[in-house]
């Protein structure tokens, strides 16, 4: 065979062997031109719109959507515009799905069968359903809400279970299932890092041992009686609120806790003596009659109005900015320490002493009084200040006397060289002054910006 022979074979079978490369297909295919365009080219095969590919019909007609040229089948630029997907229909079977590839976005609004698997990675998953019992088959999925099916007429479906411990790659988990008593993670908790619950019939509940998990929230839970979040140690943001059985909630192996909303609850005493990193609470309508924070020095927001409280302790901290304690019981409150101060609301308090120091004058834009005389200050009322015979530190005690010649606030100390002076009136409240010897002067406003406690007052003066 001379060398021209040679090469021109040679060159036959090199060709031949690229052309099997792109196709996949067998030499004896090859003999038969059996080797489509689309696959010389190296494309995709177009996924036919059928019930053996897409087996649900409820999928399937919510797929037929992005057949923008209706040839009963999905191109690759078809498939390449399918980023979300909502399914309408019940659906009991979501095999098919895996063929959209670009898909980010799954929801389904009423799935039926018991067992759900998915073989597609979705960022987002949103299923309701109608099984009584549910298991979610999602090695894929990143986020993932379950919820009860909501029929015509409003009335939702009950579930006893979501299954979710097949879905490893899971980060965001949440349930709004009604009925829901059991919910099982994957195992140690998986990649797990916020959790949410709510609606749920679940009388107990203890979080997964997941290091990872940051952010939790457990809320709308009537049947709640017991919380248990010892195993999730790194949690930063904790929200529990509307559990209306929630008498406690343990936060002691929760020390990396920086926000902490417990709200609507039932709780009577709060803990927070290993919370150091706290900077955010906010825990009205409860029944506690207690509450120290003076460990939380890292704390800028404080909200513990309409509780029992008789005690309230606020850490000695600049950090502070806004103390909002209204309708407790109160009798003293000493935020002396706290000069950073920019909101305080006391009322509906029955206050004797209050100590605020504003040497910066931080509160000037603050409404303390007459609310600390439980004076509403759209409802103004004749308000008589007298100053008393002056104390050790040449200060005058105030003591607010309403309408009616009730003392409503003792305690208060003026300092004598600013009583004459004219300041803003809130709300329309009339003060008048009264010093020891008989001068009056009227116009005067015990007011966060023009009145501090056992320091030097700073008093704003404007034109009357």
């Known amino acids: ?21 792109t196709c996949g297909t067998t030499v004896g295919a090859l003999e ?11 494309t995709a095969q177009p996924v036919p719109l059928t019930t053996e590919v897409f087996k649900d019909a409820g999928v399937l007609k919510a797929v037929k959507q992005y057949d923008a040229d209706g040839d009963g089948s999905l191109s690759e630029a078809e498939i390449a515009k399918i980023s979300y997907l909502s399914v309408g229909d019940p659906v009991g079977d979501v095999s098919g799905i895996e063929k959209l590839t670009s898909l980010t976005q799954l929801s389904l609004y009423n799935y039926t069968a018991e067992t759900l698997e998915l073989k597609t990675a979705v960022s987002d998953f949103f299923v309701y359903t109608s099984a009584p019992s549910l298991r979610i088959k999602a090695a894929e999925a990143v986020n993932i809400s379950v919820g009860s099916y909501t029929d015509g007429a409003g009335k939702q479906s009950s579930c006893s279970t979501v299954d979710v411990s097949d879905c490893g790659n899971l980060k965001k988990l949440y349930s709004t299932v009604k009925g829901l008593t059991a919910l099982k993670f994957p195992k140690d908790g998986g990649n797990l890092e916020t959790l949410g619950i709510s609606g749920s019939a679940m009388k107990t509940f203890t979080v ?31 929200s529990v609120t509307s559990n209306k059985k929630l008498k406690e909630v343990d936060l002691s192996k929760n020390t990396e806790l920086t926000s902490l909303c417990c709200s609507w609850n ?18 009205p ?33 600049k950090s502070v900015n806004q103390v909002l304690c209204e309708n407790n019981k109160l009798t003293t409150l000493d935020l002396s320490k706290n000069s950073g101060l920019k909101r305080v609301d006391c009322y509906g308090n029955p206050l004797k002493k209050l100590y605020i120091k504003n040497k910066t004058n931080a509160l000037g834009k603050v409404k303390v009084t007459p609310e600390i005389a439980s004076v509403k200050s759209e409802n103004p009322l004749e308000v008589t200040v007298t100053l008393k015979s002056q104390n050790k530190d040449n200060k005058y005690l105030v003591n607010l006397i309403n309408k009616d010649k009730v003392s409503v606030l003792k305690g208060l100390e003026l300092d004598d060289s600013h009583v004459s002076q004219k300041v803003s009136v809130y709300g329309g409240a009339k003060l008048t002054v009264q010093v020891a010897g008989g001068k009056k002067y009227k116009d005067v406003l015990v007011y966060a910006n023009s009145v501090t406690y056992k320091k030097k007052v700073t008093v704003k003066q404007t034109e009357y």
């Not at 038969?32 to 190296?42: D, F, V």
């Not at 039932?266 to 825990?283: R, Y």
């Open 1 to 21: 065979m001379n060398r021209q022979l040679i090469r021109k074979v040679c060159g036959s079978l090199l060709s031949a062997a690229l052309v099997v490369s």
């Open 208 to 238: 997964p041992k997941a290091e990872r998990l940051t952010m939790l929230s457990v809320n709308g839970n009537d049947s709640l009686t017991s919380l248990n979040l010892k195993n999730a140690k790194n949690l930063t943001s904790v």
């Open 285 to 317: 309508y409860n029944k506690m009659s207690r509450l120290d924070c003076s460990k939380n020095t890292k704390l800028t927001a404080l909200n513990c109005y309409d509780n029992k409280l008789t005690t309230l302790k606020v850490a000695k901290s």
């Open 32 to 42: 038969t031109g059996a080797c489509s365009e689309a696959s010389l080219k190296g």
């Open 266 to 283: 039932a709780v009577e005493k709060l803990d927070l003596s290993k919370n150091k990193k706290l900077t955010f609470l906010d825990c």
